[in-house]
């Protein structure tokens, strides 16, 4: 049941974060979360705290990104939950897919704030995304 219900919300917030209203994944944040993203493009990063998310959260907004969520797995108390999201993202630019990666992310919250989480993505994909970017003069080539 809980994992039914974290799927609901995970799908209206990845919804919403895909038209670029990124209020309710702030409002869900914990004020200290931390978010890691691995790898060597321009989108990993270790950030600490709502503002570096925020930041980072636009840029995935201005890059035109769409997010969705394949299953949630939700479970443990109120106060010590643990998220699992598998899913996909990706980027169509005139009509062409220029980006499709799958994802997994590993969360921590704590009175249903998002404490911590991690990023698990095809790292080599999101460099090549690095590269269209760039080379395609998007507003989002520059983190």
Excluded at 58 to 66: E, K, S, V
Excluded at 87 to 98: N, T
Aim: proline share 2%.
């Amino acid at each position: 049941m809980l994992s039914w219900l974290g799927k609901r919300l995970v799908d209206y917030q990845l919804a919403r974060l895909s038209a670029g209203d990124l209020r309710l994944t702030l409002w869900m944040d914990a004020p200290d979360v931390q978010m890691t993203f691995p790898g060597d493009s321009s989108w990993a990063v270790e950030l600490h705290g709502k503002a570096e998310h925020e930041r980072w959260l636009r840029r995935f907004i201005r890059a035109g990104l769409q997010i969705s969520a394949d299953e949630v797995i939700l479970k443990g108390f109120p106060w010590r939950m643990t998220l699992c999201i598998r899913g996909r993202d990706h980027l169509r630019s005139s009509g062409e897919l220029v980006y499709e990666n799958r994802y997994v992310i590993w969360g921590h919250l704590r009175w249903f704030k998002l404490k911590r989480y991690e990023v698990y993505e095809d790292t080599q994909k999101t460099v090549v995304f690095d590269r269209w970017l760039v080379d395609n003069q998007h507003a989002a080539a520059v983190a």
